[in-house]
């Protein structure tokens, strides 16, 4: 029979590592077999996720299951379900899975479509003032859309189409150079640098969360609040500096647009005042953002912090009580349930690999190779993140690059000298900034790159520009700002 998801090439190369790493390749000295066999699944799973060889979330599943049924997590073959599915009782797992269900909000109401208008009829009379509307909407719109892909290719795109085919600029007419080409990469290359910025911006933010608290023995706990404010400096200087070298780069043709104000305000017309729905949309939002900052800690006490996962699901229980989203919009929203299957898998496999001592092993392994350059941690810490970042060419998935590497290149940075917060929070934007890079980095490049705007040569071109303007930015302002904070 035909199963139409499966790819058998990528699927037998990745089956063919994994049993490379499980039987043939020796168990080495110092590693308990159990944990080389969960390497090797581990890494097989990376294997099938970066060659695509099925959905995600079946090959989560499929792990989950090979977890439980060889027993490699506590040596107990056919009885290890409980650390198979021990991903799911993951909070921050929940955070973004509810946060992505609510998010849904955005478009079912005209929410989003109506802040980016908005913002266009406020800054667009000039193409750069666009490339800025763009930013600020996505902006705007990060802290509470998990998914980067909804936000910028579901959300963003489809007002970036709008606004460049009002100037008849279209890779149909062959006129991309006049408005198209500049505002398709403004759209896409604001992405990553809003994912930076805070914890609920992208999927894999929290994984990074839960890395470095086990790297630290929790001793470092990025909360949503700590995140934002951390991000907030740089994030902002490389959002103000983007368009501009974006222009530079490859300059609009048309470089005055007050029609663009015009379009937009017809667009804000044809939405109609704002919907009650809408409004109620809005006070979740701010609550939201209200307790994710940790705003109630602040003024009476600890006693009344609120996990941010149980302020999400609080926000979606008033948006279904309200009815701004129904029960049968939570099911529809499959993105949610998927990111909330794949994830709980690989934070499991994870975690163990941690506790079974691997990361270890591979930290102090880079440790040892870097000693050997007789590099400060200063040196050891920037070839930790240009290797980490610019292997981002060799992976389709920033999740899948994010669990495959994050772990052991922080243990190691950390043990080289590095500052454990400073360096936690450079991994982390890192880890975002990468997203930049290529027409396949992360979902949204696809759905930008797919709508024919620019060749692959030009987004290639602007992606390494960016990828070294947004490195810059957060290792100078980042750290200047980090040092402020008392990060280092």
């Known amino acids: 029979m035909k199963t139409e998801s499966l790819k058998p090439g990528p699927a037998l190369v990745a089956i063919a590592i994994m049993l490379l790493i499980w039987f043939v390749i020796p168990v080495p000295s110092g590693v308990k077999p159990n944990a080389w066999h969960l390497l090797a699944l581990f890494i097989g799973t990376i294997a099938a996720i970066i060659g695509k060889a099925m959905p995600i979330g079946a090959l989560a599943m499929m792990a989950i299951a090979l977890v439980a049924l060889t027993g490699v997590t506590n040596d107990k073959p056919g009885v290890a379900i409980t650390d198979a599915l021990s991903g799911f009782s993951n909070s921050l797992i929940w955070l973004i899975g509810i946060s992505i269900m609510i998010s849904r909000g955005l478009i079912k109401t005209g929410l989003g479509a109506r802040i980016g208008y908005y913002f266009i009829a406020l800054f667009g009379r000039k193409t750069i003032g666009i490339g800025y509307a763009l930013s600020m909407s996505e902006l705007i719109l990060a802290p509470v859309t998990p998914s980067n892909t909804a936000r910028g290719g579901g959300i963003m795109h489809p ?75 740089p994030g902002l200087a490389a959002l103000l500096l983007m368009p501009l070298v974006v222009a530079w780069i490859y300059p609009p043709e048309i470089k005055d647009t007050p029609d663009a104000h015009d379009f937009a305000t017809s667009k804000l017309r044809e939405l109609g005042p704002v919907k009650h729905s809408e409004k109620i949309l809005l006070g979740v939002f701010a609550l939201l953002l209200f307790l994710w900052a940790g705003v109630p800690e602040m003024l009476v006490g600890k006693a009344y ?9 609080s926000g979606l229980t008033l948006l279904l009580l309200t009815g701004v989203l129904t029960w049968d919009d939570i099911l529809a929203e499959k993105s949610a349930w998927d990111t909330v299957v794949w994830f709980s898998a690989l934070v499991m496999m994870a975690g163990f690999l941690n506790k079974l001592g691997i990361v270890a092993w591979l930290s102090n392994g880079l440790q040892s190779g870097i000693l050997q350059l007789g590099l400060n941690w200063v040196g050891a810490t920037a070839l930790l993140v240009l290797v980490y970042m610019y292997a981002h060419y060799f992976f389709a998935s920033t999740t899948a690059h994010i669990t495959a590497m994050f772990g052991a290149f922080y243990a190691a940075g950390i043990a080289l000298g590095a500052p454990p917060m400073a360096f936690a929070l450079l991994l982390a934007a890192t880890s975002s900034i990468m997203m930049t890079l290529t027409h396949y980095a992360t979902g949204t490049s696809p759905i930008v790159f797919g709508s024919g705007y620019t060749t692959l040569g030009q987004w290639w071109l602007a992606g390494l520009a960016m990828s070294v303007v947004n490195l810059t930015v957060w290792v100078i302002v980042g750290g200047i700002w980090w040092k402020l904070l008392g990060y280092w």
Do not use: C, H
């Not at 991309?176 to 992208?202: E, H, K």
């Open 305 to 313: 912090s609120i996990d941010p996962a149980t302020a999400a699901l």
């Open 159 to 233: 007002i970036m189409k709008s606004i460049a085919a009002s100037f008849d600029s279209s890779p149909e007419q062959g006129t991309t150079a006049r408005i198209g080409r500049y505002l398709a990469l403004v759209n896409y290359q604001a992405n990553p640098i809003t994912s930076v910025m805070f914890i609920t911006a992208t999927a894999p933010n929290p994984l990074v969360v839960k890395l470095v608290a086990e790297a630290t023995g929790s001793q470092i706990t990025l909360s949503w609040g700590t995140w934002a404010l951390a991000m907030l400096l």
